[in-house]
């Protein structure tokens, strides 16, 4: 992929979900930038109270250093939200920040979720249709003066989503999921980045294989997508840039590392110390 762990290996993860206040996530944001490292990853889920999320967002992008460090907002289910409000939030943090919001999207799989809140989850079809026409809604409300969509799930007409982001066409879109046939489809044609939620290195790279030929089928070089996996890190630094080993040699540029422990402030502060080393591996 023509780059290197040390490119983006930086990205620990605070659960919103897991935090009643902005203390937890605006103290893991200060160890990520005690580190140096060059971005962080926001995750969000229905679990989590909307406006507890929100806050949180602008907590850590309060500690940041607004020249260095990107904001990772993933995975924003698609069946959460419509995709205009989507849209129209990710412009507010692409704001924010100075223009380094990277937006994550996938099409859904906590079902336990939508259960609780009477939210359709419908079948894996259902959901892969409605993310491909989030995404092109999504785009084209960050990068044309008026959107018109005819689809099965989302009607818009002449709708204008104002102001457009900072990042110029639009913030970068990773795009989260496996699915060999839609989800990789959809991120041979929109992603800037292809995240897989774990796996091995050998099911990672498999997947990674099937990316490259939707590539091809659609004309773009594979080597303009990085790829990047989930790796729940625990408290063995030595187990952990094994792992990540493992990962960067099968073309893997942004691992993620996911803090989720009882002390996700003491384990980010222990991984903060392990990143320069992690950087540089590749």
Known sequence: MGRSAGDTVDALTSSSQASPTTTIPRCVACAVHRSRCRGILVLSSLRSEIRRARTARRGLI???D???MRVRWVWKSRTYRHPAELAKMAVTVDHLSGGRLEFGIGSAWAENEHTMLGLPFGTAGDRADRLEEALKIITSLWTEPRTTHDGKHYQLKDAIAEPKPVQTPHPPIWIGGSGRK????MAAEYAA?????????AE???ASAVLDRHCADVGRDPATIRRSVQIRAGDDLDALQRTVE???AIGVSDPLLIVQTDDPVARAERLAEALPRLRQIG
């Open 62 to 64: 309060a500690v940041m």
């Open 66 to 68: 607004r020249d260095r």
């Open 182 to 185: 839609r989800t990789l489809r």
């Open 193 to 201: 980045v292809w995240n897989a939620a774990g796996g091995t290195p």
């Open 204 to 206: 990672v790279a498999e």
């Open 246 to 248: 493992e990962f960067v």
